[in-house]
């Protein structure tokens, strides 16, 4: 008795199995290549945004508020004196905008070279201090300022931390001028103009050095 063929069986048959299992894995491979090679995952944006490195607004602010008192107390004792460290505040604004120290610098000078001129005038004792307080706390917010954008950026919280820094500069310029005038007033003002002028640099130059 003579055995039955069964179909699909053979060499041909196994081709056909062969052919559909190598055709389910090509397109498995093309699934993954296609989740690999997706235009929208290369297309992606992976770039973060680009700090901005300008100085907090609170730094500005009383870096202005501070020379404008400066130059109000300068212009009460000499108006010139008061004229010049208005083109000080003017320096402080033009070198916060442009984030350039080298501006803060020179206003700086502008304002002492305004609060001896307002000393040599005659002016009183009493607003020239306030005006080189004042002018330190200006130049140190700004300076400060300008520091901690290039560092953290304007987007950070930095409030407490030019607050801080400021009130700090405020009370080392406020101990310093004390001293200085308990001095002014011991002498019972027989100290020539040129004296109270130097003693006016020395406050300013100690309350900077303290911030």
Known sequence: MGRGAV?????????RVVAVSGGG???????????SDDPDDQDAPTDRPERDAR????????SLVAAAVASLAALLAAPLGG?????????????SVRRSHRLLSWAAGIGLVGLAVGGYRGGSVEPLLVGGVALAVAWDAADHGLSVGEQVGRGARTRRNVAVHAGTTLLAGALSVG?????????AGSQPVAALALLLFGAVALASALR
């Not at 179909?7 to 081709?15: H, M, N, S, V, Y």
């Not at 090509?26 to 296609?34: F, K, P, S, T, V």
Request: aromatic fraction near 4%; hydrophobic fraction near 45%; charged fraction near 20%.
């Open 7 to 15: 179909p699909g069986r053979g060499r041909a048959g196994d081709e």
């Open 25 to 35: 894995a090509h397109g498995e491979e093309g699934d993954d290549g296609n989740d």
């Open 55 to 62: 100085p907090p607004a609170l730094a500005v602010v009383l």
């Open 83 to 95: 004229a010049l460290l208005g083109a000080a505040t003017v320096a402080l604004a033009a070198g």
């Open 179 to 187: 001293v200085v005038y308990g001095v002014y007033r011991a002498a």
